[in-house]
């Protein structure tokens, strides 16, 4: 009996063997047809000497989805905005008033909009130069950002118009300042703590929001917050989250009871490196078993591959030109591909 749940593979490739060659080292991936030619598999080599394995068999009738998505369409670039003083209200800011920046973490404790945090920064105006309120707006936030408030760090703040890119934490001084000459306040997400199997890879979700003096007779909104995001090119790669899919897909089969037993167990070892710049490529063929007789129903199975791109790329070819030639698959590429 198969499960009608579906049910997932995942194997890493360091590298496609020739031909007329067999996987010998860790990572090396060779893709086969049966002798009918009705199916095609990998061998692949595990991370030990005697790791040498098979995937399922695809009946290429039977596939329903092949997807090839590059590494750099699954790194995320990390969230940053600039805060400015409004034009509309007042380009130089106004003596006496009270300025107000709240930074919202939201899902800060759990994934939904009744889980936000707010945290802020203030500064009173003692002079029309906006280089000064900033300073003191940033500094500010930066103490209510402290480690000794957030013993995980969120965000990091620079101030616009710095060419060193000087953060600002809650041990800044005003006088380490003064040759910056600040346009503006930067905010940018940081990258969050990481355990494999343990602490997944988490994004900080924040909006900035100023809040309103008065000027004009009335009270607006100090400041324009622009999301510059897109032009950043701070970004994580995918590798930690990868590295935590081999971490559950293989515990399943060589650690399921987590080590209970100890040293009468069987270890498990990894080939992802959760460090790797580059991150890590994929290839997702979607298929289906059908059983004969009254065992019909479909049991749909995901092999997945994950490995650098330009390896990838060789199986993709030798896909779409020799293997499942005539059988009408087209593989999905994603942009960067």
């Not at 209510?144 to 620079?158: A, D, G, Q, R």
């Not at 490529?281 to 009254?294: K, L």
Request: glycine share 6%.
């Amino acid at each position: 009996m198969f499960t009608e749940n579906q049910s997932r593979q995942l194997y890493v490739v360091n590298s496609v063997v020739a031909a007329n060659a067999d996987p010998v080292n860790a990572g090396d991936v060779k893709l086969k047809e049966t002798a009918d030619n009705k199916e095609f598999f990998f061998n692949i080599m595990g991370a030990t000497d005697d790791g040498l394995q098979r995937s399922d068999l695809v009946n290429k009738c039977q596939i329903m989805d092949i997807r090839a998505t590059a590494a750099d369409d699954m790194k995320h670039t990390m969230k940053k905005v600039e805060v400015t003083l409004d034009s509309n209200v007042s380009a130089t800011p106004i003596v006496g008033q009270d300025y107000v920046l709240n930074v919202n973490i939201n899902g800060y404790i759990a994934n939904g909009n009744d889980s936000i945090k707010v945290k802020f920064g203030a500064a009173k105006a003692f002079t029309t130069v906006a280089d000064d309120l900033y300073k003191a707006l940033a500094l500010n936030l930066a103490k209510n950002f402290s480690p000794k408030i957030e013993p995980v760090k969120l965000v990091k703040i620079t101030l616009k118009g710095d060419a060193n890119n000087t953060e600002i934490t809650n041990k800044t001084k005003i006088s380490d300042l003064s040759a910056i000459t600040a346009t503006g306040i930067i905010i940018e997400e940081v990258e969050q703590p990481w355990r494999l199997g343990a602490a997944k890879v988490e994004y900080v979700d924040f909006t900035v929001q100023p809040s309103t003096i008065y000027a004009n007779q009335m009270d607006q909104v100090w400041g324009v917050v622009t999301d510059v995001t897109a032009n950043n090119t701070n970004a994580l790669p995918n590798s930690k989250i990868v590295a935590d899919m081999e971490y559950f897909f293989h515990k399943n089969r060589g650690d399921i009871y987590g080590m209970q037993g100890w040293p009468i167990n069987i270890d498990t070892k990894y080939m992802v490196n959760p460090s790797d710049a580059n991150g890590y490529s994929m290839i997702d063929i979607h298929f289906y078993y059908e059983g004969n007789s009254h065992n019909v129903g479909h049991s749909e199975k995901t092999i997945t591959l994950v490995g650098a791109k330009a390896e990838l790329d060789k199986i993709v070819n030798d896909l779409e030109n020799t293997v499942l030639s005539g059988y009408n698959v087209s593989i999905k590429k994603s942009a960067n591909w």
